[in-house]
Antibody, heavy 117, light 107 residues
Framework: QVQLQESGPGLVKPSETLSLTCTVS????????GSWIRQPPGKGLEWIGY???????NYNPSLKSRVAISIDISKNQFSLRLSSVTAADTAVYYC???????????WGQGTLVTVSS | DIQMTQSPSSLSASVGDRVTITCRAS??????LNWYQHKPGTAPKVVIY???SLQSGVPSRFSGSGSGTDFTLTISGLQPEDFASYYC?????????FGQGTKLEIK
């Protein structure tokens, strides 16, 4: 059974960089896309972007200037960096595997990141 | 961006009821519409993909329909484990976008 787990600091200071890692178990990430999605408190889901095993990326234009997603096939991990964070970036961050039909078929349970001094 | 409008935002129902959630896209997305079930503190789970295909392991009381701009998710014979939030998502083009969600609560 494929499982994804997000990890990283739960508290980030304003203007700093948020960094999260998604570890995939039960299957290789090498033939799939890895996506990041977030949900601010009381708000809807927002797709942040994805990376393919080759390293090619696609980002939401609303965040593109601040986002970088990378992948480490050897560790079966992909990572998110979001720079110059503000309180508006406080959210539960999810990683997900994107499989056939561009479906987000497996998700992590999410990790809350709070931006506060 | 393609806007996804989901309704209702909340819904109270009883075990055994039949409920329908709708999702409308701001432009045609063919059948590139997925439905997810989400319970607090857990990983969201696919219930329906490409508008009407039932994800493996999901009970047959879940069904989806629609194409173009209008889609529905129907749960026939609600079970206690079905009370959760449901989100539609278009995978037609990036940026992928989601509906605002429907919280299904026990009456």
């Amino acid at each position: 059974q494929v499982q994804l787990q997000e990890s990283g600091p739960g508290l980030v200071k304003p203007s700093e960089t948020l960094s999260l890692t998604c570890t995939v178990s039960g299957g290789s990430i090498s033939s799939y896309y890895g996506s990041w999605i977030r949900q601010p408190p009381g708000k809807g889901l927002e797709w942040i972007g994805y990376i393919y095993a080759s390293g090619s990326t696609n980002y939401n234009p609303s965040l593109k200037s601040r986002v970088a997603i990378s992948i480490d096939i050897s560790k079966n991990q992909f990572s998110l960096r979001l720079s110059s964070v503000t309180a508006a970036d406080t959210a539960v961050y999810y990683c997900a595997r994107q499989g056939a039909y561009t479906l987000l078929d497996y998700w992590g349970q999410g990790t809350l990141v709070t931006v506060s001094s | 961006d393609i806007q996804m409008t989901q309704s209702p935002s909340s819904l109270s129902a009883s075990v055994g009821d039949r409920v329908t959630i709708t999702c409308r896209a701001s432009q045609s997305i063919s059948n590139s519409l997925n439905w997810y079930q989400h319970k607090p503190g857990t990983a969201p789970k696919v219930v329906i993909y490409v508008a009407s295909s039932l994800q493996s392991g999901v009970p047959s009381r879940f069904s989806g329909s629609g194409s173009g701009t209008d889609f529905t998710l129907t749960i026939s014979g609600l079970q206690p484990e079905d009370f959760a939030s449901y989100y539609c998502q278009q995978s037609y083009s990036t940026p992928y976008t989601f509906g605002q969600g429907t919280k299904l609560e026990i009456k």
